[in-house]
């Protein structure tokens, strides 16, 4: 383990440069605001600092260094080029409060996403300002509301949602106002019709769907679900999440969506590790947009400005200015750069590689829907080797650690018992998937040769086997002298 840098320290030693201070501390900070001691800072050299954090650095995993089968999640390779134009001083150094006249480029470049994403999506119009993904379903289902109470419909309160659900869904569902009416899936993994009919009166506002859905399959009922939701004046929201595995191929809003959330985080290639930044803008059908947060980004006679117009209809901001502009821009120029062929190629190949993987590894894990073909991501089970060698899906992805990989998501859909949902995305190559799926048939093997080397697994980390729940429950990072 690293020794912290107040370990390392050394009396006298001093890393840092600064200029002569000019400024009498006395004359501009309240004597009741100034420190009464020093602050305890390590002293060290600028090499100890340097060796010190490249240490930590190596220490963490990041998609450059290795593979992430829990893929566009949080990990989707993000082009460099769109982090070298992102950081241009001409776009870091606008600020929100500027004119219109000064930030005409920003303002276009707004424009064009939004015009973008609708073009792919199938939607009329999308707002920019959510900032994740459940920020993104948040809007959308207050849209829903303003939808139904704009109509006199008020009683309308439920939202219906499959047991395949991100949590995040029933979160949003609950934050927004509405009630959360969970469904089953059938043996098929896919929404069961008749649960569906069962549950849906009067009281539906919407129907909640993840498309492909969190097993990694596509929702071939879509026809048929928005019809018994249309019928009584439901909306039909779809999860964007999983649009990887789709964009330039299906337009949700030609197929029976009314509203979607995307995630430009992970769809658009835009940064999102560490828990954000993010971005998850909504499209919506015509007669919604009005209800989308103002001001929209405008253009009038080659002229861009922030639209305001529909401020009496619409259900209010949802993040202070315009929405998190250096993601926005990362993603703009991901679709730029690809165009709609490059989209299209981008979800054929995350659904290529992830069938690929499924196929090699059908033979040493449980796939519980392997009979269809996965969409960009699967979902495959440890109960073989529970049920016969005592080792649980814990014990495996922790020794995927050994193997020099970040372990996939894991215990997750709740529908699969000992789930571990692989999603490689599009960006890697054969060789590298190959040698995933063979660091997987190794694991496999010694879970029958030898179990205990899983138990206790990981074993060539920074960090050995911690007590995971205790981890949660008594958490501090906290260094005390």
């Known amino acids: 383990m690293a020794k912290t840098i107040f370990e390392i320290q050394s009396e006298g030693r001093k890393g840092y440069t600064l200029p002569k201070n000019d400024v009498k501390i006395n004359n501009c900070i309240p004597k009741k605001f100034q420190r009464a001691q020093d602050i305890k800072l390590p002293q060290v050299s600028e090499l100890d600092v340097m060796r010190h954090f490249i240490e930590l650095s190596q220490m963490n995993h990041c998609i450059e260094k290795g593979f992430y089968p829990l893929g566009s999640c949080t990990m989707k390779y993000n082009p460099k080029l769109n982090e070298t134009l992102a950081r241009n001083s001409a776009f870091n150094d606008l600020h929100p409060f500027q004119s219109e006249n000064t930030t005409q480029g920003a303002l276009e470049i707004m424009y064009e996403l939004q015009n973008d994403l609708a073009e792919i999506s199938g939607f009329a119009d999308v707002t920019l300002q959510p900032v994740a993904g459940a920020h993104g379903e948040f809007t959308g289902l207050k849209v829903i509301k303003a939808y139904h109470e704009a109509n006199g419909n008020s009683h309308k309160n439920k939202i219906i949602l499959p047991d395949s659900a991100h949590g995040t869904n029933p979160a949003s569902v609950i934050l927004a106002g509405f009630k959360v009416v969970e469904i089953k899936s059938n043996n098929k993994g896919l929404v069961d019709i008749e649960d569906l009919k069962v549950h849906v009166d009067e009281n539906t506002a919407g129907f909640m769907l993840t498309n492909p859905n969190t097993l990694g399959l596509f929702e071939t009922q879509i026809d048929e679900i928005a019809e018994i939701i249309h019928s009584v004046d439901g909306l039909m929201y779809m999860d964007g999440a999983n649009f990887n595995a789709i964009m330039g191929i299906v337009k949700p809003g030609e197929i029976g969506f009314d509203i979607m959330h995307f995630n430009l985080h992970k769809t658009f290639a835009t940064p999102h590790g560490g828990g954000g930044p993010g971005s998850g803008p909504i499209g919506v059908r015509e007669d919604l947009v009005k209800f989308l947060p103002a001001p929209m980004i405008n253009k009038k006679d080659d002229k861009y400005f922030l639209d305001y117009s529909h401020e009496d209809t619409s259900l209010g901001k949802v993040h202070p200015f315009f929405g998190n502009f250096a993601v926005n821009f990362r993603a703009y120029i991901y679709i730029k750069m690809l165009g709609a062929e490059g989209l299209e190629r981008v979800s054929e190949n995350a659904v290529i590689n992830a069938n690929y993987i499924q196929k090699k590894l059908e033979k040493y894990y449980d796939i519980p829907f392997k009979d269809q073909y996965c969409m960009h991501e699967f979902v495959a ?70 179990p205990e080397l899983l138990k206790n697994a990981p074993l060539n980390t920074p960090v050995k086997r911690v007590d995971d729940t205790l981890a949660v429950r008594q958490l501090n990072v906290k260094f005390e002298l």
């Open 381 to 450: 089970s440890g109960v073989w080797q529970k049920e016969k060698y005592d080792i649980k899906t814990l014990d495996i992805a922790k020794r995927i650690l050994d193997k020099g990989y970040h372990a996939p998501t894991i215990y997750f859909p709740l529908i699969v018992h000992e789930a571990m949902m692989i999603e490689p995305t599009e960006t890697e190559s054969k060789e590298t998937l190959d040698e995933f799926i063979n660091a997987m048939i190794e694991i496999a093997k010694e879970c029958e040769e030898n």
